[in-house]
Structure formats: C-alpha cells, structure tokens
C-alpha cells in the first residue's frame, strides 16, 4: 500500500505500522517528531501504531545547518547521505574510475547494462570489482536504447544481474544531440511501474512530462541540464525550478553539467540531487574535479536551505548611517 510521507509517496507493506517505516527510512533511533493526519504520535507508540493506505505522515528534525548526515537524500525509501550520483564511462581506466567515484562521495553509482563483458576472461578487470555493491548502490541504466522494447528488456536484465527493482530508464530519441523520445519514455515507464520496478526517469527539462511521469508512478523524475556530455551547464532554469515546485518525489538534474558551479546552481533552484559523468571523467584531473563536484553540491544545498537574500535594484548600505561623521 502507498503513504504519503513527507509530501511524498512510499510504498509500505499492507498493515506496516509507523516503526517499520522509520526503520525502512533510516530514521530508527533519530531524534524526530512525528505525525500522522495532523495529529502527533507520541514518541514510544510507533509500533502500535499501525497505517493505513493514503495515510499523510510529517517527519521532522532539528538539523544543524544541513550536513549531508543530516539532511538526507531519500529515493523509494532508501537513504543516502550524499546527493551526487555519478557515472562510470569515459575514465581512462578502472582505477581512475575507482578514484574518483571515492573522491566524488557519491553512494549511488550508475552503470549501462551492455553485452560487452560476455566472454570475458576471469583474469581481466571487472567494473564491479572496484565498484562494489557492498559499498555503493549499483544503479544501471538502460542508456543506448531506442525503444520501449529495448528498454524494458534491458530493466528485465537488470534486475536478474543485481538483485534489485531501482532502474535509471531512458529511451533516446534522436543519435545527435541523445534527447529523450517523451512517447517512448511514458510507455516504458508506465509497463515498468505496472511490473514493480522502482523507476528513476531521464526526461527533457518539460514541466508537464515531468508531472505526468511522476503520476506513472516513477520514485525520482531525472530533467536533463542541457544535452548528455554537452557540458553547457543548466539552460533553462525556470523549467527546472517550476518542475521542482510541483513535484512529490524527488528532482535530479542529469545530463549537461559541465563544472562544480553548475551543480550549485541544480541545488540552489531546489534540485533533490545531481547525476553526473562526462562533467567528471572528462576532465583534466578527474579525481579533482570529483572532489569539486562534491563540495559544490553541498554548496548548493546549504544555500537553498539557508534561503538567499531578495535581489535588489539598488544598493543597500550594509553598514549602518547612524553616527555618521559629516
């Protein structure tokens, strides 16, 4: 059954009571107040209290200034510290990409399910053996693929390699600049959704897409910045913010990123997360660029929290004019 947590939706066991969702959001032991349809739960009476579909629980807590520790990233229930997610292509090779995965902090990793690795031999590398996924929530992707077909099938594939539901979908449309086909993506999330995948969505920067595959049923809406690997940084940051407004789940800006100022500006507008590659493997010293990339993002999320002062026309005297000597 669904509850609506947070002003997002999350799927509980029918019959869960609030201590099992606690637990199932990392919060077990937290300092928290909590409430359910308006009316506060004391603490020590979560375990009786047993939900209900369509039940709207409030969860809060004291933060101090928003650490990552303290302000997590929360997708299908699962908790994250860090609100980078990032790629493994285009690294030189797997130690560079084993560096600056751990330089970047990300706890979520993206990977393309390709048949490339068949017939590998057993004393070549394998990805996940520097990536773990002890250590990292191995998120694949259906990157490359053209068709509702091709990316259902590859989902199917997915979840029988890793064990789990949690997908990146994305159904290209055009060879040249790797836009979303919109049709395409509807369709495939919604037969995903209707199979009990978890699904994190690629989409363009559409207020009205976005809303609509939210309404699928997708955990995380995914607007791309600007062109995958185009590095221009966010171009239409009003799409983004009012995508963000009238979102339930939570927002990652994926594709176009190209600098760590980019990512503050994804997390200024309110933005849950920022995925990223190409921005990191491509540059001139990746492992530092990870380390950037980082810091940026929890810039950029502080800030939002911290709430920026109004723009101005004019100046406003930052130091007092009383006791002025004339």
Do not use: W
């Amino acid at each position: 059954m669904e509850v609506v947590v947070n002003g997002q939706v999350r799927a509980v066991r029918a019959g869960a009571s609030l201590a099992e969702l606690i637990a199932q959001l990392g919060l077990s032991g937290a300092k928290i107040a909590v409430e359910r349809n308006r009316r506060i739960v004391p603490h020590g009476r979560y375990a009786e209290e047993l939900l209900q579909a369509g039940d709207r629980i409030e969860i809060v807590r004291a933060i101090g200034g928003g650490e990552p520790e303290d302000d997590p990233l929360i997708i299908a229930g699962r908790v994250f510290g860090s609100r980078l997610l990032v790629g493994t292509g285009k690294y030189k090779d797997l130690a560079q990409t084993q560096a600056a995965i751990e330089a970047s902090g990300a706890e979520i990793v993206t990977v393309a399910i390709r048949r490339t690795n068949l017939g590998q031999r057993e004393d070549e590398p394998n990805l996940l053996d520097v990536i773990s996924p002890e250590r990292y929530l191995i998120l694949p992707n259906t990157a490359g693929c053209y068709t509702v077909e091709d990316a259902v099938r590859t989902c199917h594939l997915a979840r029988e390699l890793l064990g789990h539901r949690l997908v990146k979908l994305e159904v290209l449309g055009d060879e040249k600049t790797l836009y979303p086909d919109v049709v395409g993506t509807l369709e495939a999330a919604r037969i995903l959704v209707q199979e009990g995948f978890e699904v994190m969505v690629y989409t363009n920067d559409d207020p009205v897409v976005a809303k609509k595959l939210e309404d699928l049923g997708c955990v995380a809406v995914m607007p791309l910045a600007a062109p995958i690997g185009s590095g221009l940084g966010i171009r239409n940051p009003y799409n983004i913010r009012t995508i963000v407004e009238n979102a339930r789940v939570p927002i990652l800006v994926d594709a176009g990123v190209g600098t760590a100022s980019d990512a503050a500006i994804a997390m200024e507008l309110g933005c849950d997360g920022v995925l990223m590659n190409t921005a990191i493997a491509e540059a001139k010293n990746p492992v530092l660029m990870a380390q950037a990339m980082k810091f940026g993002v929890i810039a950029g999320r502080k800030a939002y929290l911290a709430g920026r002062m109004p723009r101005r026309r004019y100046a406003s005297a930052s130091s007092p004019l009383d006791g002025i000597f004339f």
